[in-house]
C-alpha cells in the first residue's frame, strides 16, 4: 500500500512540474527536430533573413498590412524585394519582416515554420490585442520569442499594443515581459 502511494505521489509531482514547464519541453522538443532537419548553425547578426518575425492574431492582418507592413517594409520596396528573392534590403530604411500568411513554408508544420522563422529573425514585434492574449498560437510564439531571448543573451522581443488588454487576461509570460519592457 505505501509503495502505490509513493508512486501516486511521484506521479502527481511529475505531472505538476511537466504541466508548469510545458512550454518549455515543447520548445526544446521542436527545437531538436528543426536542428536535426536543417543542420545548421545559428545565424549570425548579418545572416538573419528577416528584420523581424510578427506575431499577431489572424483577426488583425489588416493592421499589420496596411500599416506595420507598409511602415516598415515600405509599399515600393517589398514589391522589388519580392524579384530579388530572399536578400535582406539593407539599403534607405525598409525592413523586411516575416508574417505567417505570406512567409511560412507550405507543408512543414506550424509548430517549426514558428520556430525556423522566429530563428531567423533579429527581432520578433508582438502585435498585443485582447484576440492575442486569447490565442494559443500567439502564446506559443511568444514563448519561442522569449526562449530565443534566454537561448541569445539578447532582449530581442518589441511590444505594440492595438488596444488596451487587461492584466489579468495576460499570460504570466506576458505580464511579466510587459512589466520589464518598453512598449508602443
Not at 505538476?16 to 526544446?28: E, L, N, T
Amino acid at each position: 500500500a505505501s509503495s502505490i502511494f509513493c508512486t501516486v505521489i511521484f506521479a502527481i509531482a511529475m505531472s505538476i512540474v511537466v504541466y508548469r514547464h510545458r512550454w518549455d519541453i515543447k520548445f526544446y522538443c521542436l527545437q531538436l527536430v528543426t536542428k536535426r532537419k536543417k543542420h545548421q548553425e545559428l545565424l549570425e547578426e548579418e545572416n538573419y533573413e528577416y528584420d523581424a518575425f510578427v506575431a499577431y492574431h489572424k483577426d488583425d492582418i489588416w493592421w499589420v498590412k496596411n500599416v506595420l507592413l507598409d511602415g516598415l517594409e515600405g509599399g515600393d520596396n517589398a514589391e522589388d524585394r519580392e524579384g530579388n528573392g530572399n536578400e535582406r534590403n539593407t539599403t534607405g530604411h525598409s525592413f523586411k519582416l516575416c508574417l505567417h500568411q505570406r512567409d511560412f513554408l507550405p507543408g512543414t508544420h506550424i509548430e517549426e515554420n514558428i520556430i525556423e522563422s522566429i530563428n531567423q529573425s533579429l527581432k520578433v514585434i508582438l502585435v498585443l490585442t485582447n484576440k492575442f492574449v486569447t490565442s494559443q498560437w500567439c502564446e506559443f510564439e511568444l514563448q519561442m520569442a522569449r526562449m530565443k531571448c534566454f537561448d541569445t543573451g539578447r532582449d530581442i522581443i518589441v511590444v505594440i499594443f492595438l488596444e488596451p488588454v487587461p492584466a489579468a487576461s495576460m499570460s504570466k509570460t506576458l505580464r511579466a515581459l510587459i512589466r520589464r519592457t518598453t512598449y508602443i
